[in-house]
């Protein structure tokens, strides 16, 4: 994964955005084949096809698509701006996370004491439907408008679990967002469960945790999810 932030705006041409997204990947990411590939190629094959804003990202999207990584992925600065707001407060909607996996929309995190979990929706499920609209054939972008439209306070998604379609009807609600939980089992080992590294509370409440769990005699960290 790849967490790096870059703000495209009028004094940035669709080539020099492409040609930063490519750098920041070829020396950023943890794997160093870039999925056994030429990550050259993907530079030549694409950058003089470029006239726009929009054929920038359309090979963006290609080339990090080339990685086979759904958790590496290129958002504009609204999208960002979004995401940011899900990371780091409290959010208003049903709490779930959920990425582009193939042709597929999957569920990759339920929040925790939110109308999803509530409902027992769960990460690996897939998203048929959001309020009627097909999900297979929509953009991340829709369809997280779709959850987030103010004048709906519920969301109707259908959902694809091992083959049986399930409807579930959820109310919107405030869901504080937590960046991790611990707890101390009776045999003294700690169990850090991370949901959001990336918030920038992450790194001091991680600090705090390893704290209050320094005296355990072995620690668990769970990153699943």
């Known amino acids: 994964k790849i967490v790096q932030k870059i703000t495209v705006s009028q004094y940035i041409s669709p080539e020099r955005l492409f040609i930063n997204v490519w ?4 020396n950023s990411y943890v794997d160093e084949t870039m999925n ?8 030549n094959r694409y950058l003089k096809q470029i006239k726009t804003v929009e054929d920038a990202e359309v090979a963006i999207n290609t080339m990090l698509a080339s990685l086979n990584d759904p958790y590496t992925k290129f958002l504009r600065s609204d999208l960002f701006a979004k995401q940011k707001v899900i990371l780091d407060s409290k959010i208003t909607g ?3 996370m959920f990425n582009k996996s193939g042709e597929d929309i999957v569920i990759n995190h339920v929040l925790d004491n939110s109308p999803a979990q509530a409902a027992n929706i769960q990460p690996g ?5 959001i309020n009627g609209e097909k999900a297979e054939t929509s953009e991340l972008e829709t369809l997280i408008s779709n959850i987030e439209d103010v004048k709906k306070d519920t969301v109707e998604l259908v959902i694809k679990r091992n083959n049986v379609l399930i409807k579930k009807k959820l109310k919107k609600q405030e869901i504080p967002i937590k960046t991790m939980n611990y707890k101390i089992t009776s045999d003294n080992i700690g169990i850090i469960t991370l949901s959001n590294i990336m918030g920038e509370k992450a790194i001091d409440d991680f600090k705090e945790i390893l704290e209050k769990t320094n005296d355990t005699k072995a620690l668990i960290i769970d990153l699943r999810n």
């Open 23 to 26: 750098r920041m990947a070829k």
């Open 125 to 129: 499920d897939t998203i048929v439907s």
């Open 36 to 43: 056994n590939q030429e990550w050259n190629r993907r530079r």
């Open 94 to 96: 049903v709490g779930v």
